[in-house]
């Protein structure tokens, strides 16, 4: 008998608050987009964001935040820096309901 397919790896975490979402940064970038998933040489998932704002005073993760607010059509206020703030691996809290949030990011990030 074959074995069941294995659910694809994602960038985030479901918790009671929301998601958790795990990410890896390019600031100063041309343009402001969602790259997809990278699968890291430490075999951690991360979505891949590019934002042309400069890592200056905060500016790169207003941006980031901006960015996928408007992607996922949540408020700005619902998604907050846990980790990674002078760093290129971030770490998220999308808050809210985390069935829906997950629903959303399934559609918005191409496996």
């Not at 960038?11 to 990410?23: I, N």
């Not at 809210?96 to 949030?101: L, M, Q």
């Amino acid at each position: 008998m074959p074995e069941p397919a294995s659910s694809p790896a994602k960038p985030w975490r479901v918790t009671p608050e929301g998601v958790l979402l795990f990410l890896r940064v390019t600031p100063n970038a041309g343009r402001d987009s969602l790259d997809g998933i990278e699968t890291r040489d430490d075999a951690s998932i991360v979505l891949r964001i590019r934002v042309s704002a400069v890592p200056d005073k905060g500016k790169a993760n207003a941006a980031v935040i901006a960015l996928l607010a408007k992607a996922m059509r949540l408020s700005k206020s619902s998604i907050s820096l846990v980790s990674g703030e002078t760093s290129r691996h971030k770490t998220l809290r999308l808050a809210g309901e985390s069935g829906e949030i997950a629903s959303r990011l399934d559609a918005l990030i191409p496996a």
